[in-house]
């Protein structure tokens, strides 16, 4: 029992789900026992667009110093504006739909990379200016107007089993898989070895630039992915549909144990930073504190998870 | 006569079916102008970011391409000033619009957000006598449209005391977000009976009702077309009342138009206020029809309708 | 081989390159902006910008990263036209107070051995909120000397050039001439060997940390000398702005290897992107692209020069 | 003479952990007499120099300096003040800095108008001093300096003084990435300084510098001192014996090696260009050796042979598969999150996929059998690879290229810090494997080295000047292609 506590506290997603379990108990002070159930279904639901995004961001973060993907919330865009024209409402073409998003998925990794490997732009700056091109692209194709998604993807997208989201499921079956690809699988073996020393990766015999390939192209995929569930959840595509997934697919990575500094990551944490993350925003909601004092204890309360999980070893 | 003249749109976002509808109005009205030779030119700009500092510097630069009108759609009331004082004392004519900018030099199409407010909570109080509780869905936290609206949904709530704001939440304009703040604060809500908003939430409020199980309450709507088809579509199902108000993205024309008379030499008071687009249960099913799918109900201006703008 | 012509020397030049490059494409497009009066529109809004980007320079030489600096400068700003203009002995001292909350995140950093991002993202929204407790609807006036010093009139040479130019050769003294700034780019080289030298990290990381505090409160004193008034979202895009700048400039974001001539450089070659895109005269739904691909194509320089180093 | 006392140790301790590092270690220091202290891998020897430094805290023990007991805790600036420095193990300049700007690092008293002047000729001064015609200018940043180059600045930064006098310096292996010339000249420079009155320690696995070297050697095993004695009393065979391993005498008669030129098929080779340049050839079962002063491109042309594995083209041919053996573990080599099973086993996973996953079970038994193989010192290969010692460290970069299934195996200077006892395992090891049919490439600044091997290439600025083959391989003709054509030009 006690070399069991003392592994669980070594794990890098524990003050994750510490912070969530806190938020959800604040909150049921307030909604009561019936209405804390409540709470924590709209919480899944709408983690899961985050765990979706998340999972992609950690990849990229996890290649090292440097790496992150900044065209998360304009590729979301675009897939989301792009496979809801092209379904154009009708329940038949769900499929069609999907794979045109995970199309803009591939398109936009593979750009993002072109633009770091051939011109050699830091990623931070190459997704930024990939994002302005995408974004654009999103306007250009459909100009923003609001195409309703197809009546059995928005009922796939809000159907709850138990409680429990579909999605959520599926996210949650995703994030699993993504665990064993992480820790037990080549592929995942070599990202951590890049984020660790990339050199060193190199030397080991790791080919270091199809396995950053691969990984901007598994963030840009997931972001798609992301975009399309999500534009089937809210009623269709919007331009800024992206716009806060920006920072918080950051915040979700390091919030739950990866480290910002590369080689170090975990997939369980993403969803107890997704959930801390919603829960947090709802307790303050439901406190019903001023948005300037909503703003600094959100801020405060990030910090002070942190500080609690902080200290370990990385 | 401006045939010479060169104008210019401002605009600090195009991130929402609003800005873009404002955009396309400006250039199906613009570029009729300039073909017909009432003016030279009739550039639009719109800026990468939504940030008042990258606006005050697309305002810097106008000045120096030459334009002789440059129309805003401010980021911020304020924080142009300075960038729109350069502009006023290079001798360019300003004019904003939406979001006005407050320096005296320049001229304000100012819609009157804060009765924009209050009129919803008028019409609860015509709607349901009873009162009840209301959830509101604000904006971006600190924006100046944000400030107005809610300021007048609070003081329409002090007057009709029968209502209580039981719970806020800030919606940042953007569906998903607003869908999400509702669906988090709903289990620790009271039964409610009417969701005031700021202009396009209205959907999402109500898919988060529909996932939480909870009866429909009064959704007030912000003339998007999801917004008005979903309205009749209950209409036609059980007899949903309620209305729908925001600005017209088209004002971007009447703007136009007034920027072209002060060119023109015509006297055009500094403050002008225009009325918002109010959508009732009657004229539901005409206003949607004229609705862009996916787009947002819509006035655009011309020529003579601006000018009865201005005489009034 | 010549010592003189090495590639480091190269890529340091790279940013300058880049800027010139920029600016002489500017000057083709719009003869008028080569003019003392052209310069100074193009370039007095990137003065905050380059400030705020010193700003998390100094954070970067010490291995974090701060993403909160543009809610700070906007925090900075709403003080800076209420209390600084209205009881400045108030606003001085809130200001003070600001770089020693931003000494005391350093030593909690250090200290708790925290990410750096997840620390400052946090208090971003802290400060944003104290912005929007400060100043809830966008206004204030900024205190008149501050104004004036920062449209003062400058012979020769625009004053937004001078200032761009002293503060770039003053950071640079101190951080890669001074004894002082030598440690504090050590520790972001070899922080383990500088404990070994006897140095404390966490003085280092409080000194740098109230650095990037001090720059910040000048970027937002500069932001409202220039807008005049202020809102609780004034520079929130400043946060990628001035990482982007650092990087532009030749930064890199681990192992101390900075420099603050490049990261002004890249923050005022931003500030011209901008500028560059107004001239172009695009249409609406690329122009927002364009920002995009005017930075893509500033930064394939660098793909030239490293190939031609492979070359070699 | 009376020699007065710098240092003294008395029964210091420390654990990491489980791990017991020193256990009781009695350790006195007087002015002018240089140190010799060895001890195999994981000793505990950078242990207690780093406690002697300050860098690390002692759990049980006393310190005392010029014959005062320590009142309170020390710590590095009091190691500072008494005139007490230690050049690390492990590389301790700020790569981002110049030469120059590190000497400041050292020294808090360098500020003012004119110290990066005052600073640069301080220690160019000094590095001129120890290691002439070094080539290195104040102003390089030391990022760009080879590890050699790298070594020497930290050598030369140690034995600079402002205000403080010094007294004692620690060389952890200093010389484990030098060649043979600088490797002498600091060996000459420390004897001068000890006539001068001044104090070195000096750990090395190179037992011949320790030898000439020192006037006292102290031996350590398994966290204690076991020995104790003048030098003069020890010789090579003596010293080895104490430091508990057994020394074989290699059996390296050049007569006896038989050339593998003629049979074997050519596994490795490397077009060069330009008109009466060497080219580069490695067949198998071979071990080709890369000579030459230290940063003549011998790592260059290593690592062009890794990034070409799989290519064959006239100028070029490489097998698919080729393992790397870095020598500057801290940048090349080490992944310092991952336990010491992942380092061993990263060059393995391709060949332990089982049903798209990496088996478990097969790394586990991987990581195990080398680390006994090998006798890397650890209770459990799970720990981190920073809980091994440097030489510890090097062992298990050596059990991922031999572990995993590849054709050819460069090493990089890969001895850097292991002890005599590995070293004849692993030569020994070498020598299996390539008889195996596994070719080897490596790259060592060792004669005794070079002599494990069938045939040697001697680089002289970034070229092969000269193939030797073992039958022909003296000292005298390595040294002399390494030095010929420099004073012509
Ligand atoms: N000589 C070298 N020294 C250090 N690092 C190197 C060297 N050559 C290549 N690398 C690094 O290794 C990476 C290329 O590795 P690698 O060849 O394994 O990639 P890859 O996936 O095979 O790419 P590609 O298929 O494009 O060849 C580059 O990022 C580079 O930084
Ligand atoms: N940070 C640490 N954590 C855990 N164990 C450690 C740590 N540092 C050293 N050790 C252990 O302490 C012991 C002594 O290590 P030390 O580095 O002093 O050896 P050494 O004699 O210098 O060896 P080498 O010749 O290989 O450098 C080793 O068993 C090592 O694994
Ligand atoms: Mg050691
Ligand atoms: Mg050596």
């Known amino acids: 029992m006690s070399t069991f506590l003392v592994k669980l506290r070594e794990q890098p997603w ?117 994002s302005f091109l995408i974004q654009s692209s999103a306007i250009a194709y459909n100009r923003g107007l609001r195409v309703k998604p197809p009546a059995a993807l928005a009922e796939f997208t809000t159907t709850r089993i138990g409680g ?111 959930l801390f993350l919603f829960l947090m925003v709802t307790m303050l909601n439901t406190f019903g504190a001023s948005a300037g004092l909503r703003l600094i204890m959100t801020g405060l309360i990030i910090i002070v998870v942190i500080t609690l999980a902080g200290g370990r070893k990385r | 006569d401006t045939a010479d003249k060169k104008i210019a749109l401002s605009n600090n976002y195009a991130g929402n079916s609003w800005r873009q509808a404002m955009l396309t109005s400006w250039d199906k009205v613009t570029g009729k102008a300039v073909s017909d030779g009432v003016v030279a030119a009739a550039d639009a700009f719109t800026t990468a970011e939504n940030q008042a500092t990258e606006q005050a510097a697309q305002i810097q630069n106008m000045i120096l391409q030459g334009y002789d009108a440059i129309v805003i759609n401010a980021a911020s009331p304020t924080a142009l000033n300075g960038s729109v004082k350069e502009a006023c004392d290079a001798g360019i004519v300003v004019v904003s619009f939406d979001g006005i900018v407050t320096e005296p030099c320049a001229w304000r199409i100012a819609v009157d957000f804060k009765q924009m407010g209050k009129d919803q909570l008028t019409y609860l109080a015509e709607k349901m006598p009873d009162g009840g509780n209301l959830l509101e869905i604000r904006g971006l936290a600190g924006v100046f449209v944000d400030d107005e609206i809610s300021s007048g949904i609070h003081e329409g709530a002090k007057e009709n005391a029968q209502f209580k704001i039981a719970g806020s939440v800030h919606g940042n304009w953007a569906q998903d977000v607003s869908q999400k703040a509702v669906a988090g604060i709903l289990p620790s809500l009271p039964e409610i009976a009417a969701v005031v908003t700021q202009g396009g939430d209205g959907y999402g409020a109500a898919q988060a009702f529909k996932a939480a199980g909870r009866p429909t309450p009064l959704i007030i709507m912000g003339n998007r077309h999801d917004e008005l088809t979903w309205w009749k579509e209950q209409k036609d199902a059980n007899g949903y009342e309620t209305m729908s108000v925001s600005i017209a993205p088209g004002v971007s024309t009447l703007a136009f138009w007034v920027a072209q008379m002060i060119l023109d030499g015509k006297e055009v008071p500094h403050d002008l206020t225009v009325p918002f687009l109010r959508i009732d249960q009657d004229n539901l099913e005409a206003n949607l029809e004229t609705t862009q799918a996916g787009g947002v109900a819509n006035v655009e201006y011309s020529q003579s309708d601006a000018a009865a703008v201005v005489a009034k | ?164 130019i002293l503060i770039a050769l003053l950071v640079h003294w101190g951080l890669m001439r001074t004894a002082y700034g030598t440690i504090a780019r050590g520790a972001g080289g070899n922080p383990r060997s500088m404990e070994q030298a006897g140095w404390s990290g966490l003085r280092i990381k409080m000194t740098m940390y109230a650095m990037a505090g001090f720059f910040g409160v000048l970027a937002g004193l500069a932001l409202i000398g220039l807008t005049t008034s202020a809102d609780a979202n004034i520079a929130l895009r400043y946060t990628l702005l001035s990482i982007a700048g650092v990087i532009l400039g030749g930064g890199e974001f681990v192992g101390g290897r900075i420099s603050p001539i490049g990261a002004v450089i890249g923050a005022l070659t931003l500030t011209l992107a901008g500028s560059f895109l107004t001239f172009l005269r695009i249409s609406p739904d690329w122009q927002i692209g364009a920002q995009g691909a005017i930075l893509i194509l500033v930064l394939a320089l660098r793909a030239l020069i490293n190939q031609a180093e492979r070359k070699k | ?421 590995t070293k004849q395992d692993v030569y020994r090891m070498i020598r299996q494997e390539a008889d195996a049919g596994r070719t080897f490439v490596w790259y060592t600044t060792e004669m005794d080295e070079l002599r494990n091997c069938d045939h040697v290439y001697v680089f002289r600025d970034q070229e092969i000047v000269a193939e030797l083959a073992r039958a022909d391989l003296t000292e005298e003709r390595i040294l002399q292609s390494s030095f010929d054509q420099k004073a012509q030009s």
């Open chain 4, 1 to 421: 003479m009376v020699h007065s006392e710098i240092v003294n140790l008395n029964g210091v301790e420390k654990s990491f952990g489980a791990v017991q590092a020193l256990g009781g270690v009695d350790l006195r220091i007087l002015a002018g007499e240089c140190v010799g202290l060895v001890g195999h891998n994981g000793a505990g020897k950078s242990t207690l120099m780093n406690i002697l430094a300050g860098t690390l805290v002692h759990d049980t023990g006393s310190i005392s300096i010029a014959g005062n007991l320590l009142p309170g805790r020390y710590s590095v600036p009091l190691a500072h003040q008494n005139g007490i420095r230690c050049v690390f193990q492990e590389l301790s300049l700020c790569p981002n800095l110049s030469v120059a700007e590190n000497a400041r690092v050292l020294h808090a008293s360098l500020r003012g108008f004119g110290w990066r002047k005052r600073a640069g000729a301080l220690l160019t001064g000094m590095l001129e001093d120890i290691f002439p015609a070094n080539g290195i200018v104040a102003s390089d940043i030391v990022g760009d300096l080879d590890i050699g180059r790298r070594q020497m600045v930290e050598i030369a930064r140690a034995f600079t003084v402002t205000d403080v006098p010094l007294h004692l310096v620690i060389l952890d292996e200093p010389t484990s990435s030098l060649d043979n010339v600088a490797a002498q000249q600091l060996m000459s420079f420390v004897r001068r300084f000890t006539a001068k009155g001044g104090s070195c320690i000096l750990i090395s696995h190179l037992l011949n510098e320790i030898l000439e070297t020192s006037d006292r050697i102290v031996v350590m095993r398994d966290g204690r001192i076991v020995d104790t004695r003048d030098a003069g009393s020890f010789d090579h065979q003596s010293l080895v014996g104490s430091m508990g391993s057994v020394a074989v005498e290699a059996d390296n008669d050049g007569a006896k090696f038989v050339s593998r030129r003629a049979d074997g098929d050519k596994t490795i080779s490397m077009g060069v260009e330009g008109a009466d340049a060497i080219p580069f050839a490695a067949h198998r079962g071979e071990i080709v050796g890369l000579a030459g002063l230290a940063g003549h491109g011998q790592t260059d042309m290593l690592v062009s042979i890794f990034a070409a594995r799989g290519i064959s083209v006239e100028a070029a041919h490489v097998p698919q598969r080729v393992a790397f053996v870095a020598g500057d573990r801290q940048t090349d080599g080490v992944f310092p999150l991952w336990s010491i099973a992942l380092n061993t086993t990263i060059s393995s996973i391709t060949s332990m996929v089982h049903r798209l996953l990496i088996d478990p079970q097969r790394e586990k038994q991987l990581a195990e059998t080398w680390r006994e193989k090998i006798a890397v010192r650890t209770p459990d290969v799970d720990n981190s690879i920073l809980s091994l010692s440097g030489g510890n460290q090097q062992k298990v970069l050596f059990a991922r290229a031999l572990g995993s299934n590849a054709d050819a195996i460069l090493m990089d200077d890969p001895m850097r810090g292991v002890d005599v006892g």
């Open chain 1, 164 to 274: 429990i989201p579909v999605l959520a499921i599926a996210v949650m079956l995703l994030a699993i898989v993504m665990h064993i690809v992480l820790t037990r699988t080549v592929y995942g073996r070599s990202v951590l070895a890049i984020g660790q020393n990339s050199k060193a990766a190199f030397l080991a015999g790791i080919r270091v630039e199809r396995i950053r390939f691969a990984t901007y192209v598994l963030s840009a995929v997931f972001a798609a992915t992301c975009g399309y569930f999500l534009a089937g959840f809210s009623g269709g595509a919007a331009l800024n549909m992206g716009e806060e997934y920006l920072l918080a697919s950051i915040a979700v990575v390091v919030i739950g144990g990866s480290s910002v500094a590369g080689g170090y990551s975990n997939v369980p944490g993403l969803w107890g930073a997704a």
């Open chain 3, 1 to 164: 081989m010549n010592r003189l012509i090495t590639p480091r020397m190269l890529r340091s030049a790279l940013p300058a390159l880049s800027f010139t490059f920029l600016l002489a494409a500017i000057f083709y497009i719009q003869p008028r902006a080569m003019s003392y009066f052209g310069l100074n529109l193009m370039l007095n809004l990137g003065v905050p910008i380059a400030l705020a980007t010193l700003a998390q320079m100094m954070v970067i030489t010490v291995n974090d990263l701060d993403l909160g600096i543009g809610a700070f400068v906007g925090v900075v700003a709403c003080i800076g036209v209420t209390w600084l203009k209205e009881t400045p002995l108030l606003g001085v001292a809130a200001l003070l107070g600001c770089i020693a909350i931003y000494a005391a995140l350093g030593a909690l950093i250090h200290l708790r051995n925290l990410p750096s991002i997840v620390v400052t993202l946090g208090m971003s929204f802290v400060w944003l909120g104290f912005a929007v407790l400060i100043l809830p609807t966008p206004g204030g006036s900024v205190p008149d000397w501050l104004r004036a010093f920062m449209t003062l009139k400058t012979p020769y040479l625009p004053f937004a050039v001078i200032l761009s």
């Open chain 1, 14 to 130: 524990l003050w994750a789900f510490v912070g969530t379990i806190a938020m959800w108990l604040a909150t049921s002070l307030v909604t009561g026992a019936q209405g804390s159930g409540q709470v924590l279904s709209a919480a899944f639901s709408f983690a899961t667009f985050f765990v979706i995004v998340a999972i992609g961001q950690m990849f990229v973060i996890t290649l090292g110093p440097g790496n992150v993907d900044l065209s998360i919330p304009a590729c979301m865009t675009l897939a989301g504006t792009v496979a809801m024209k092209l379904m154009a409402g009708s329940d038949g073409m769900i499929l069609v739909g999907l794979l045109a998003a995970i199309g803009c998925g591939f398109a936009v990794g593979i750009f993002n990379f072109a633009l770091i490997r051939l011109l050699s732009i830091p990623p931070i700056i190459a997704t930024l200016s990939a």
